[in-house]
């Protein structure tokens, strides 16, 4: 199956300000990477950069960054295009998304994703053939 992982996802990895969560985001993303093929974004690489860049405090090293955006080129990474853009505009207006979330989601569906994993959408929404589903909200979450 193939999933694609918001950008959030990542960051929460990353992320030592919580060590608990850091860890257990790091064991799902492993666990998930064995189960399905996953894809990210350009845009996911940009935001993650971001972040690490201007929201942790401290910020990451250059050097650090680019290891953890080497980590994601690991997997499948979609290009936003033009017509990527376009559509997600499009996607937008039609069922009512913020800018950003529209352009992950057509990024999911041209990458024939089955699942979308992100907690910055409605669990269980779907578009077409995809579905959100968000880790925090399952079973494995709470029982951490």
């Given at each position: 199956m193939r999933a694609f992982i918001d950008t959030n996802l990542w960051a929460y990895r990353f992320d030592q300000r919580e060590p608990a969560k850091s860890k257990w985001i790091g064991q799902w993303l492993h666990r998930i990477?064995?189960?399905?093929?996953?894809?990210?974004?350009?845009?996911?690489?940009?935001?993650?950069?971001?972040?690490?860049?201007?929201?942790?405090?401290?910020?990451?090293?250059?050097?650090?960054?680019?290891?953890a955006l080497d980590a994601l080129t690991y997997f499948e990474v979609t290009a936003t295009?033009?017509?990527?853009?376009?559509?997600?505009?499009?996607?937008?207006?039609?069922?009512?998304?913020p800018w950003f979330d529209a352009l992950i989601t057509e990024a999911a569906i041209r990458t024939r994703c089955q699942i979308l994993y992100s907690e910055d959408?409605?669990?269980?929404?779907?578009?077409?053939?995809?579905?959100?589903?968000?880790?925090?909200?399952?079973?494995?979450?709470?029982?951490?």
């Amino acid at each position: 199956m193939r999933a694609f992982i918001d950008t959030n996802l990542w960051a929460y990895r990353f992320d030592q300000r919580e060590p608990a969560k850091s860890k257990w985001i790091g064991q799902w993303l492993h666990r998930i990477a064995e189960e399905h093929d996953i894809v990210v974004s350009t845009q996911v690489l940009i935001e993650l950069r971001a972040v690490l860049t201007y929201k942790f405090q401290p910020a990451f090293t250059a050097e650090d960054i680019r290891t953890a955006l080497d980590a994601l080129t690991y997997f499948e990474v979609t290009a936003t295009d033009a017509n990527l853009v376009l559509d997600a505009h499009e996607l937008a207006n039609t069922e009512q998304l913020p800018w950003f979330d529209a352009l992950i989601t057509e990024a999911a569906i041209r990458t024939r994703c089955q699942i979308l994993y992100s907690e910055d959408f409605s669990h269980g929404r779907r578009f077409g053939e995809l579905i959100v589903r968000n880790p925090f909200r399952g079973k494995d979450f709470l029982e951490r």
